[in-house]
């Protein structure tokens, strides 16, 4: 290829970088972070991270520019829809939002949002792209959505889904509930609490089951998530699925038993239990009684409805850092789709 195309490509993909950190600084510097004033869009999102953006500025990741641009560009391709149609009265884009929690915390920023008049009603809506349409509302959007309605005093909002891949439209109306302010203002608390304390909070998205929140967090290597306290990245482990059936653990327990005692003998293979069912207060002190050792043990997170799907995405992000000598399941398909993560497998 000529040297002149080449540079002439290499310009084109720098321009379009450039340009888009620019457009992000700039909505970014509108709400330069200090203690005590919290950014209403952010408030739904993992509270760790919230707490690394306010103590450890970083610029944007790729994926995060990325999902920016697609963002405002569905933002504004929406609000120019709704205009056109004649049907909706768009009235704003874009607005400063002021809330008082406390007297020394307050979300305010200037927002994207539009404020629209369907069928006579003033109404927020706030418009998302999305690879799937959920049933409701995620939690993190109904935050941010009713944070706006609080902070404008209007009594209804949309949350405008759009699946990016089929081009479906998808929305849900709400109305203002002061449930959601205290469960906002709850959040906003303990992250101001944990910024004074320079502590971080919990590994919000990560207990929670949010593990796509994770792989697209900026601060992933703060705060390793999949990463196992003391063990070297590398090591050997081998992870047992279990699960209880009227208050028996399945597989049967000395079968399990005896395996996990095996790996242990082996090389010093950190073992990890994935259980689908129980508490994991409950489970830990049924292991106990039954004098099953193990490292660590892990429960499902409510977020995944299927033990199966929350496995394997558990597996695949543990196979990125250790090497998974042995995978024990009673389920043939969850055996079948971890094979390319793991060294061996078995049904138990
Ligand atoms: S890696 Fe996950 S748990 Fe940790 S801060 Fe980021 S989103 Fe939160």
């Not at 000529?2 to 002439?8: K, S």
């Not at 008082?100 to 009603?121: H, N």
């Amino acid at each position: 290829m000529p040297m002149q195309n080449r540079d002439a490509e290499e310009v084109l993909k720098d321009a379009v970088r450039k340009g888009l950190l620019m457009m992000w600084q700039e909505e970014n510097e509108d709400h330069e972070r200090h203690e005590g004033e919290y950014y209403p869009s952010s408030i739904g999102s993992c509270i760790r991270k919230q707490y690394y953006e306010y103590t450890k500025p970083m610029p944007p990741s790729p994926e995060t520019l990325a999902i920016f641009a697609t963002g405002e560009g569905v933002h504004e391709a929406v609000a120019e829809s709704l205009k056109r149609s004649g049907e909706v009265i768009v009235n704003h884009t874009e607005l400063p939002i002021k809330l008082r929690i406390t007297e020394e915390i307050e979300l305010s920023g200037r927002v994207d949002i539009l404020l629209a008049e369907i069928l006579g009603k003033k109404a927020v809506v706030e418009v998302k792209s999305t690879s799937s349409i959920p049933s409701e509302p995620y939690e993190s959007h109904m935050l941010q959505l009713q944070t706006y309605l609080h902070a404008l005093a209007i009594d209804t909002g949309f949350m405008l889904y759009w699946d990016k891949r089929t081009g479906n439209i998808e929305s849900f109306m709400v109305k203002r509930d002061d449930i959601w302010l205290r469960r906002a203002g709850e959040r906003v608390v303990i992250l101001h609490e944990h910024i004074k304390k320079k502590a971080p909070p919990i590994k919000e998205a990560f207990e929670e089951g949010r593990y796509w929140e994770c792989d697209q967090c900026a601060y992933l290597d703060d705060c390793e998530p999949f990463s196992l306290l003391g063990v070297a990245k590398g090591s050997n482990i081998a992870v047992y699925g279990i699960e209880f059936q009227n208050g028996v653990i399945i597989p049967e327990i000395k079968n399990i038993s005896a395996k996990i005692i095996n790996s242990k003998s082996q090389d010093n293979t950190v073992i990890i239990l994935c259980d689908t069912d129980l508490q994991a207060s409950n489970v830990a002190l049924y292991l106990k009684n039954e004098n099953i050792k193990y490292d660590l043990l892990y429960t499902k997170p409510q977020r995944f409805r299927s033990g199966i799907a929350w496995k394997l995405e558990l597996i695949k992000r543990l196979s990125e850092r250790y090497r998974i000598r042995y995978f024990a399941d009673s389920s043939q398909k969850v055996l079948e789709l971890a094979r390319p993560f793991v060294i061996s497998s078995e049904a138990v």
